[in-house]
């Protein structure tokens, strides 16, 4: 069995996942469903090669990330908004480096889009040994300890804590 | 209660388009690419999450609700991946790889 093989059953959750998001967006008429399997199926096809099947999500921790990622975004937002308006906009950009313990592929990608929703930071570049190049909007702030505190609350979503791609 | 949840919605949706006008202002007057694209994804998130908030007491159906808050959902995920990739292609292009 290959290394990402994904189980039957999983693709078949998945696609009903898909569907249900698709019938939310469109309305449930029946004459449009057709397109709407196809459409899902195509993403349960194409989720096979994004996201490796063991990469379970814990519910409680998505709750826990959840808890702090929406006011972090408020804070991200009001940041911006703050600096955009100032006079002068209090800036000093500029880049930090941090060694990521998450293994290349789609978990390190989602913590990184996850990182540039949150105030100040934005993930531009990721070297093979795990170093992140990030874009910070203010190097006055205490960065290192932000992505520590970010990839911590994200590993927690991930049930086998980020250990797999 | 209905003009408490009309007022919800003023406040929310004028704080959500205050918020564009912030990602917009930081777009033309943040120094390099790299900070615009901060002010562009960050602002303007929250500018629609609150538009969004605002405007679900206004829906008729958990339905209608439901699709509000997934269009702000898909808007989160793509502005996260489009300021990745604009932010990666711009540093490969600086660094000449």
């Known amino acids: 069995m290959p290394e990402n093989f994904t189980p039957r059953h999983v693709l078949l959750t998945r696609g009903a996942g898909f569907l249900a998001l698709w019938l939310v967006l469109m309305g449930p008429a029946l004459k449009d469903l057709p397109v709407g399997i196809v459409a899902a199926a195509a993403a349960a096809w194409t989720s096979a090669f994004l996201w490796p099947a063991r990469g379970g999500l814990s519910f409680s921790g998505m709750l826990r990330f959840l808890v702090r990622f929406l006011p972090q975004s408020v804070a991200a937002g009001v940041d911006v908004a703050r600096r955009a308006f100032a006079p002068v906009p209090p800036l000093q950009p500029g880049f930090v480096t941090y060694q990521t313990a998450l293994p290349a592929g789609m978990a390190r990608q989602a913590c990184c889009a996850v990182m540039s929703l949150q105030p100040g930071k934005l993930p531009v570049a990721a070297e093979a040994d795990g170093t992140l190049h990030i874009h910070c909007l203010d190097l006055r702030e205490p960065v290192a300890e932000q992505l520590a505190a970010d990839e911590a609350a994200f590993c927690e979503t991930l049930q086998d804590g980020g250990r797999n791609g | ?97």
């Open chain 2, 1 to 97: 209660m209905s003009a408490l949840a009309d007022l919800f919605t003023l406040v929310m949706v004028a704080g959500g388009a205050l918020l564009f006008l912030a990602g917009t202002l930081g777009l033309l007057r943040f120094p390099d690419t790299l900070s615009r694209l901060h002010a562009l994804s960050k602002a303007d998130n929250l500018g629609l999450g609150l538009i969004v908030l605002g405007l679900l007491p206004q829906v008729g159906s958990i339905a209608g609700g439901l699709k509000l808050v997934c269009v702000w959902l898909l808007a989160q995920l793509s502005a996260a991946t489009a300021s990745q990739l604009i932010a990666g292609a711009l540093h490969r292009r600086k660094s000449g790889r």
